[in-house]
C-alpha cells in the first residue's frame, strides 16, 4: 500500500541504509554508539563466518562432502535437493546466501528504532527483500533448473516460457490446477438453495443430509457467516473436506451468508451495509425454521461482523442468537500481526481519499498482500517450480479458492482499516457507533466457542484469544495447528493435526497461562466443537422436506450466482 507521499516504508530505507553501513556508527550518542557496536560485533561475527566457508570450499577434495557453515532453517524447502550441496559452486552460493540472510535479519533487530511497529514493518520488508535474492529463484544460480533442463532437452525451460505468459495474462501466478475445479461441479455442492438475495448478498439453505441418521434435525437453525474477502466456498469445498456437509451432517439445519462480489455499481456500500446482513440472515432463518434463536457462526471478517452485529442486537434489546462460534476472528486489533505492516495513517489517508466515497479495492491487492506474508510459500515457490522447472502445479482446493479473489466497497475498506486496525476502537465500549447504535463487545453475551490457529499470520492466535476479555457471557477457547485456513478446514475423517484445549476452561487465563495448561489433542477440532454446539441446538424435530417458505421462496440452487461472479 503506497501513500501519498510514496512508499510507506522510505523512512524505515534511509535509517537501514545507515545502519547496515559500518560508517554509521559516526557521530553517535551513548545508546546510539552501543547499537553500532552490536552491529559492528555482528559484521565481524559475520565476516569470520564467509572466511570458514572460503577456507571449507577451497580444501574441499572433489567428491567430498564438508559440514555446512550454516545450514537452512528447518522447514526450508529451497534447497533440499541434492544438487546443491553435490556441487561445490552452488553450495558454496547457498550458504554465503544464508550467511548474509541471518546477518540482515539479526541486523534489523539491533537497529534503534522509535517503535516496536517500525521494527516489524522493517522485519517485514527486510524478509521480503532477502526472499527475493535468493540463489534458487534465478536460473542461472539454480542447479535444479540446469538439471531439469538437460534431462528434458529443453522442454522444461519451453513449459516454463509458457506458463510465465499465461500468468502474465492471468495477472496472477498459479498455485493450483485451475482446470481441476469448478464452482458447483466439484466445489461448494453441498445440496440447498438459494432462499433470499439483496445487493450484498444471497443467503443459502442447505438441505438435510440423506442419511437415515438425519430424519432429525435441531429446532434451532445454524447460520454461517465467511468472510467478505474471498469467496464462502472455503467452508464448502470438495465433500470430504467441507464443514457445511460436516454440520448438516451433525444434524444442524444450516444457513450460508454468500457475500456479493462488489463492483462499481456497489462501490458506494458501508460497513453498516456489511453488518446489517447477518441480522438479516438470522431472521430469516430463525422465520424459515420457525424458531425464537438461531445458533450462529462468524469466520475471520465474518466473525467480526458478526460479533459486532450481535452487539447491535442487544443494545436493541433483541435477543437473536443463542450461541455464537468465531473461528479465528480479530475482535482486538493491537497485534494484527504482520498485515499491519500494510497499515499506517498515511496509507489510510490515502485509501480515504481515494475510495473512501466511492471506488473498489480490488482483490489483486488483498492477494499480493496475503501471498507476501508467506512469500517464499506462495510466491516463490511457484516461481521456481512453474517458471524455472516448467512444472504445472498441482490439482489443492484450497489453493483454487485462495486464487479466486474479490474486491470490498471503497466506504466499507476504508472504514474497516482505520477504525479496526489502526485506531483498534471497538475493543472500547461505545467508541463506535453501527447501525445508528453504540457497540459494546460486552453485551454479546451469548455462551461462545472460540477457535484460532497456532500459526496464524493473519489473526495471530493470541489476538484471537483477547476475544474472550471482550464479549459477555461463558466462553470455550480451543486453539488447533497451521494457519488461518488450513487449521480451521479440519476434517475428522483424515486424521490430521491436533488441537490444544483445557478440560476445565477459565477465561481469567491469559494467553501464555492458557498454553502452558492447556493439552494436546491428536486430530480435528472438529468433533469438539460440534459436541459443544449440540447442547444448543434444542430439542430433535422432523428434518424439513422442503427449503425455504411461502415468505422465503427458492430462488435457484446452491451455491448461487453470486459466488460465481
Same mark, same amino acid.
Given at each position: 500500500?503506497?501513500?501519498?507521499?510514496?512508499?510507506?516504508?522510505?523512512?524505515?530505507?534511509?535509517?537501514?541504509?545507515?545502519?547496515? &553501513?559500518?560508517?554509521?556508527?559516526?557521530?553517535?550518542?551513548?545508546?546510539?554508539?552501543?547499537?553500532?557496536?552490536?552491529?559492528?560485533?555482528?559484521?565481524?561475527?559475520?565476516?569470520?563466518?564467509?572466511?570458514?566457508?572460503?577456507?571449507?570450499?577451497?580444501?574441499?577434495?572433489?567428491?567430498?562432502?564438508?559440514?555446512?557453515?550454516?545450514?537452512?532453517?528447518?522447514?526450508?524447502?529451497?534447497?533440499?535437493?541434492?544438487?546443491?550441496?553435490?556441487?561445490?559452486?552452488?553450495?558454496?552460493?547457498?550458504?554465503?546466501?544464508?550467511?548474509?540472510?541471518?546477518?540482515?535479519?539479526?541486523?534489523?533487530?539491533?537497529?534503534?528504532?522509535?517503535?516496536?511497529?517500525?521494527?516489524?514493518?522493517?522485519?517485514?520488508?527486510?524478509?521480503?527483500?532477502?526472499?527475493?535474492?535468493?540463489?534458487?529463484?534465478?536460473?542461472?544460480?539454480?542447479?535444479?533448473? +540446469?538439471?531439469?533442463?538437460?534431462?528434458?532437452?529443453?522442454?522444461?525451460?519451453?513449459?516454463?516460457?509458457?506458463?510465465?505468459?499465461?500468468?502474465?495474462?492471468?495477472?496472477?501466478?498459479?498455485?493450483? $490446477?485451475?482446470?481441476?475445479?469448478?464452482?458447483?461441479?466439484?466445489?461448494?455442492?453441498?445440496? &440447498?438453495?438459494?432462499?433470499?438475495?439483496?445487493?450484498?448478498?444471497?443467503?443459502?439453505?442447505?438441505?438435510?443430509?440423506?442419511?437415515?441418521?438425519?430424519?432429525?434435525?435441531?429446532?434451532?437453525?445454524?447460520?454461517? #457467516?465467511?468472510?467478505?474477502?474471498?469467496?464462502?466456498?472455503?467452508?464448502?469445498?470438495?465433500?470430504?473436506?467441507?464443514?457445511?456437509?460436516?454440520?448438516?451432517?451433525? &444434524?444442524?439445519?444450516?444457513?450460508?451468508?454468500?457475500?456479493?462480489?462488489?463492483?462499481?455499481?456497489?462501490?458506494?456500500?458501508?460497513?453498516?451495509?456489511? #453488518?446489517?446482513?447477518?441480522?438479516?440472515?438470522?431472521? +430469516?432463518?430463525?422465520?424459515?425454521?420457525?424458531?425464537?434463536?438461531?445458533?450462529?457462526?462468524?469466520?475471520?471478517?465474518?466473525?467480526?461482523?458478526?460479533?459486532?452485529?450481535?452487539?447491535?442486537?442487544?443494545?436493541?434489546?433483541?435477543?437473536?442468537?443463542?450461541?455464537?462460534?468465531?473461528?479465528?476472528?480479530?475482535?482486538?486489533?493491537?497485534?494484527?500481526?504482520?498485515?499491519?505492516?500494510?497499515?499506517?495513517?498515511?496509507?489510510?489517508?490515502?485509501?480515504?481519499?481515494?475510495?473512501?466515497?466511492? &471506488?473498489?479495492?480490488?482483490?489483486?491487492?488483498?492477494?499480493?498482500?496475503?501471498?507476501?506474508?508467506?512469500?517464499?510459500?506462495?510466491?516463490?515457490?511457484?516461481?521456481?517450480?512453474?517458471?524455472?522447472?516448467?512444472?504445472?502445479?498441482?490439482?489443492? $482446493?484450497?489453493?483454487? @479458492?485462495?486464487?479466486?479473489?474479490?474486491?470490498?466497497?471503497?466506504?466499507?475498506?476504508? @472504514?474497516?482499516?482505520?477504525?479496526?486496525?489502526?485506531?483498534?476502537?471497538?475493543?472500547?465500549?461505545?467508541?463506535?457507533?453501527?447501525?445508528?447504535?453504540?457497540?459494546?463487545?460486552?453485551?454479546?453475551?451469548?455462551?461462545?466457542?472460540?477457535?484460532?490457529?497456532?500459526?496464524?499470520?493473519?489473526?495471530?492466535?493470541?489476538?484471537?484469544?483477547?476475544?474472550?476479555?471482550?464479549?459477555?457471557?461463558?466462553?470455550?477457547?480451543?486453539?488447533?495447528?497451521?494457519?488461518?485456513?488450513?487449521?480451521? +478446514?479440519?476434517?475428522?475423517?483424515?486424521?490430521?493435526?491436533?488441537?490444544?484445549?483445557?478440560?476445565?476452561?477459565?477465561?481469567?487465563?491469559?494467553?501464555?497461562?492458557?498454553?502452558?495448561?492447556?493439552?494436546?489433542?491428536?486430530?480435528?477440532?472438529?468433533?469438539?466443537?460440534?459436541?459443544?454446539?449440540?447442547?444448543?441446538?434444542?430439542?430433535?424435530?422432523?428434518?424439513?422436506?422442503?427449503?425455504?417458505?411461502?415468505?422465503?421462496?427458492?430462488?435457484?440452487?446452491?451455491?448461487?450466482?453470486?459466488?460465481?461472479?
Amino acid at each position: 500500500m503506497e501513500t501519498q507521499s510514496g512508499n510507506p516504508f522510505s523512512n524505515l530505507l534511509e535509517s537501514w541504509a545507515q545502519w547496515f &553501513g559500518a560508517a554509521g556508527a559516526a557521530g553517535l550518542g551513548a545508546n546510539d554508539a552501543g547499537h553500532a557496536s552490536s552491529i559492528a560485533a555482528l559484521q565481524q561475527e559475520t565476516l569470520a563466518r564467509h572466511a570458514q566457508l572460503w577456507q571449507r570450499q577451497l580444501l574441499r577434495r572433489p567428491g567430498e562432502t564438508v559440514a555446512p557453515v550454516i545450514d537452512a532453517a528447518r522447514g526450508d524447502w529451497r534447497f533440499i535437493a541434492p544438487e546443491w550441496s553435490e556441487s561445490p559452486f552452488h553450495d558454496y552460493l547457498r550458504q554465503a546466501y544464508l550467511i548474509n540472510a541471518d546477518y540482515l535479519m539479526r541486523a534489523v533487530e539491533l537497529m534503534p528504532l522509535a517503535t516496536e511497529a517500525d521494527r516489524k514493518r522493517l522485519r517485514f520488508m527486510t524478509r521480503q527483500y532477502v526472499d527475493a535474492l535468493a540463489p534458487s529463484n534465478f536460473a542461472a544460480t539454480n542447479p535444479e533448473f +540446469i538439471q531439469q533442463a538437460l534431462l528434458s532437452n529443453g522442454e522444461s525451460i519451453a513449459r516454463g516460457v509458457r506458463n510465465m505468459l499465461g500468468d502474465l495474462e492471468k495477472g496472477r501466478i498459479s498455485m493450483s $490446477d485451475e482446470s481441476a475445479f469448478e464452482v458447483g461441479k466439484n466445489l461448494a455442492v453441498t445440496p &440447498g438453495a438459494v432462499i433470499f438475495e439483496n445487493e450484498v448478498m444471497q443467503l443459502i439453505q442447505y438441505a438435510p443430509s440423506s442419511d437415515e441418521k438425519a430424519a432429525k434435525v435441531f429446532e434451532r437453525p445454524f447460520v454461517i #457467516v465467511p468472510p467478505c474477502i474471498n469467496r464462502y466456498y472455503i467452508l464448502d469445498l470438495q465433500p470430504e473436506n467441507s464443514f457445511v456437509r460436516y454440520a448438516v451432517a451433525q &444434524g444442524h439445519t444450516v444457513f450460508l451468508v454468500s457475500w456479493r462480489n462488489p463492483h462499481e455499481a456497489e462501490g458506494k456500500l458501508s460497513w453498516d451495509d456489511f #453488518v446489517a446482513q447477518p441480522l438479516i440472515a438470522c431472521k +430469516i432463518a430463525a422465520e424459515v425454521c420457525k424458531s425464537e434463536q438461531v445458533n450462529a457462526l462468524g469466520f475471520c471478517i465474518g466473525g467480526t461482523l458478526l460479533a459486532s452485529a450481535l452487539a447491535v442486537a442487544r443494545a436493541r434489546g433483541e435477543d437473536p442468537v443463542h450461541s455464537l462460534t468465531l473461528l479465528t476472528t480479530p475482535l482486538d486489533f493491537e497485534d494484527a500481526g504482520e498485515l499491519g505492516c500494510f497499515i499506517d495513517p498515511a496509507s489510510i489517508a490515502a485509501r480515504e481519499a481515494s475510495i473512501g466515497k466511492g &471506488g473498489l479495492m480490488h482483490g489483486k491487492e488483498f492477494a499480493a498482500a496475503f501471498a507476501s506474508l508467506r512469500a517464499n510459500d506462495l510466491i516463490w515457490n511457484y516461481v521456481v517450480g512453474n517458471y524455472l522447472k516448467g512444472h504445472t502445479p498441482p490439482a489443492f $482446493d484450497l489453493l483454487f @479458492w485462495n486464487a479466486d479473489s474479490t474486491n470490498l466497497p471503497g466506504p466499507f475498506a476504508a @472504514w474497516y482499516l482505520r477504525h479496526l486496525y489502526l485506531e483498534n476502537e471497538l475493543r472500547i465500549p461505545g467508541k463506535l457507533t453501527m447501525l445508528d447504535t453504540p457497540v459494546d463487545l460486552r453485551k454479546v453475551d451469548m455462551p461462545t466457542f472460540i477457535y484460532a490457529s497456532r500459526e496464524d499470520h493473519i489473526v495471530p492466535w493470541k489476538s484471537a484469544y483477547q476475544s474472550r476479555a471482550l464479549i459477555g457471557g461463558k466462553n470455550t477457547f480451543v486453539l488447533g495447528a497451521s494457519g488461518h485456513i488450513a487449521g480451521v +478446514i479440519n476434517p475428522p475423517q483424515k486424521n490430521k493435526r491436533s488441537h490444544w484445549r483445557l478440560e476445565r476452561d477459565s477465561e481469567k487465563l491469559d494467553a501464555e497461562a492458557w498454553q502452558g495448561k492447556a493439552t494436546e489433542h491428536p486430530g480435528s477440532w472438529w468433533p469438539v466443537w460440534a459436541e459443544w454446539l449440540a447442547q444448543y441446538g434444542g430439542k430433535q424435530v422432523a428434518a424439513r422436506k422442503k427449503l425455504g417458505s411461502s415468505k422465503y421462496k427458492e430462488i435457484e440452487a446452491a451455491p448461487g450466482r453470486y459466488v460465481k461472479q
